[in-house]
């Protein structure tokens, strides 16, 4: 059986302008089990005129319909990624008590205030200064929010580096990353594969493979597989390659979440 897709976005995230319904049916044509909708949102999202905030009731309802219509095809499941940041500890809370996710991811999508996507984020210093600033806040976050099901895309950062890969190994900010991956199992908290990576070419998933070779050998066992995908057409994206490269790595299953609880399946 393929992998299902927990990590994908649809126009409820500001970034994306896809139906829902069409990235289920892409799902359904990959033969995929399950996809698990993770919309943004970014509380205090500090570009100016960018709002990563949308209607839950209407998300919800949405979601309801394509579960009800595809229920024979594929498993349909509510998720959210929340942009972490120290301060929005509390708001983030109430949200999740208020509305029935199956599943949650926890993603670092700042660093000092800005969205490296931006190349800006750059300017007057070196990638390595950065890529040490982003881990180092992503650990004062991880150990503040303990809200989510799953941390995403751990070096996202390095997909927007000037220079990508060339600053860039698990060694150089080991001392850092380590403490994120020991509060994970500490607290039985799933680390996510995302293959976007590979669809923008790193040569490599998100997190990179010596991260994951570590979470495994620190004891981390939960591991969620995600595509990132904004459009139908990278949906699955490299999920065959992820599947033998948890393999290598020493894991035996991944998981999806069903009501904030983990389903494991075998790989």
């Given at each position: 059986m393929k992998i299902g897709d927990t990590h994908v976005h649809s126009l409820f995230s500001t970034d994306s302008s896809t139906e829902m319904e069409e990235m289920v049916k892409k799902a359904v044509e990959e033969g995929l089990p399950h996809i698990c909708f993770t919309d943004h949102i970014d509380y205090d999202y500090p570009v100016e005129g960018v709002e990563f905030d949308f209607n839950m009731d209407d998300y919800f309802a949405s979601i309801r319909k394509l579960r009800e219509k595809y229920r024979e095809k594929i498993l349909v499941l509510a998720g959210i990624e929340l942009g972490m940041q120290e301060h929005l500890v509390d708001r983030y809370e109430e949200l999740l008590k208020k509305y029935p996710f199956d599943f949650v991811i926890g993603s670092q999508h700042l660093v000092d205030g800005s969205d490296p996507y931006y190349p800006s984020t750059f300017d007057g210093?070196?990638?390595?200064?950065?890529?040490?600033?982003?881990?180092?806040?992503?650990?004062?976050d991880v150990r503040a929010f303990r809200g989510f099901d799953s941390l995403g895309h751990l070096d996202y950062i390095v997909r927007y580096g000037r220079f990508k890969?060339?600053?860039?190994?698990?060694?150089?900010?080991?001392?850092?990353?380590?403490?994120?991956?020991?509060?994970?199992?500490?607290r039985n908290k799933a680390l996510e594969i995302n293959t976007a990576g590979l669809r923008k070419q790193l040569g490599f998933p998100n997190p990179s493979p010596d991260v994951l070779r570590r979470y495994r050998e620190l004891g981390g066992t939960l591991i969620t597989v995600g595509s990132d995908s904004h459009k139908p057409y990278s949906i699955g994206f490299g999920f065959e390659e992820a599947g033998e490269l948890l393999k290598s790595c020493g894991f035996t299953h991944y998981a999806y979440y069903v009501n904030r609880k983990p389903v494991f399946v075998k790989l």
């Open positions: 210093r070196t990638d390595a200064q950065i890529y040490r600033d982003y881990f180092e806040e992503m650990l004062k890969t060339h600053s860039y190994s698990y060694p150089a900010y080991s001392d850092v990353i380590d403490e994120i991956l020991k509060i994970l199992v500490r």
